[in-house]
């Protein structure tokens, strides 16, 4: 039996849901994987955790240390990464990933800034050391998008991209076409978990745009932080608007657009589409991304839980199957 030694970054919804998913379901990957998935090691910006088992309460937790240091001394074969995807972290989110990478560890990630700010640097790392970057977590949760893209990517002429990947804004243009304010809509929608406290990334079209951008990479070997995007945001000033679309048995939709013809572009753009369509159909937590192949048609991907867990289910996904597919890099 493969055993795993796993150090997660980040102690959030997303890494406990992944650390508690393991431990629930450890003997079932055993006997069905024959891996033993085990969390060695839990590690924030603040304090860290060694040791196997139930992990205590952070005030129980020790100064940090190098985190070369760490992942040396706990043998890590896979670094999972759940931390913030925000501007502010993003430098030291991608330092993180590259020093697990030189150590000699697999990198499953969640956080988006991650694949997005350094993409050459992980892919090219990755190669040189023999480690895979498997990033399914930081592009539309549960759903298989960027497995699909990889698959795609290996031969497939995908000539465009799109889709609706944000499933707040869906929940929120739906609010709306009910007759219920943005404000209210987005009171309720934080109240009831639906988005962060800030849900200005979902409201702009720029976590929609990144995860898109994400996928260019992984179909096109594009790298994603060159790509130009075009936002128009859900804003108050749209509510009658929505709410007329739903009188006449219509949507309202975000969806994020890339061409291969037109290198480094990514729109995202509110569309009106029939309350039948594919797209129309979508409900909170669904989401979907629609891959055009040309004269061999398209492939819709959908659905797809977008809770914390749902995202820990995604990145456990991405670590049992570095048993089967280590490819080296991101692609």
């Known amino acids: 039996m493969r055993v795993l030694p796993i150090v997660v970054l980040g102690y959030g919804p997303v890494a406990r849901a992944y650390i508690n998913q ?19 090691a839990v590690r924030t910006h603040r304090s860290q955790v060694v040791g196997r088992g139930e992990v205590p309460p952070p005030s129980d937790w020790a100064e940090l240390t190098d985190l070369a240091d760490l992942l040396g001394t706990v043998e890590a074969k896979v670094v999972v990464q759940a931390v913030p995807s925000t501007d502010a972290v993003a430098t030291t989110a991608v330092e993180d990933a590259m020093m697990a990478i ?3 560890a697999h990198l499953v990630t969640a956080t988006t800034s991650t694949p997005l700010h350094g993409w050459r640097k992980l892919e090219q790392l990755g190669i040189d050391f023999g480690c895979a970057v498997r990033i399914s977590g930081a592009v539309g949760a549960m759903l298989p998008a960027a497995d699909l893209a990889r698959s795609l990517g290996q031969g497939i002429s995908v000539t465009s991209v799109s889709g609706c990947l944000n499933a707040t ?10 007759g219920v304010s943005l404000d209210l809509a987005t009171t309720t929608a934080r109240q009831t978990g639906v988005t962060d406290n800030d849900p200005t990334p979902d409201l702009s079209g720029h976590d929609v745009a990144t995860q898109l951008r994400i996928l260019t990479g992984l179909l096109w070997a594009r790298d994603p932080a060159e790509a130009e995007v075009i936002l128009e945001p859900i804003t108050p000033e749209i509510e009658r608007s929505v709410f007329r679309a739903g009188r006449r048995g ?9 061409d291969h013809d037109i290198p480094d572009l990514v729109t995202v753009s509110l569309r009106v589409v029939p309350a039948e369509s594919q797209l129309g159909l979508l409900r909170w937590p669904d989401k979907a991304a629609i891959f055009d192949c040309g004269d061999f048609g398209s492939i819709t991907v959908s659905g797809g839980d977008s809770s914390p867990a749902g995202v820990a289910q995604s990145m456990i996904k991405d670590t049992l199957s570095l048993v089967h597919d280590a490819t080296p890099g991101l692609r």
């Open 22 to 40: 393991i431990s629930a379901h450890r003997d079932e990957y055993r006997a069905r994987h024959d891996v033993d998935l085990s969390v060695v």
């Open 102 to 104: 030189r150590c000699g």
């Open 169 to 178: 804004a869906t929940y929120l243009l739906d609010q709306m076409s009910e």
């Open 250 to 258: 219509l949507r309202l939709r975000q969806v994020a657009v890339a």
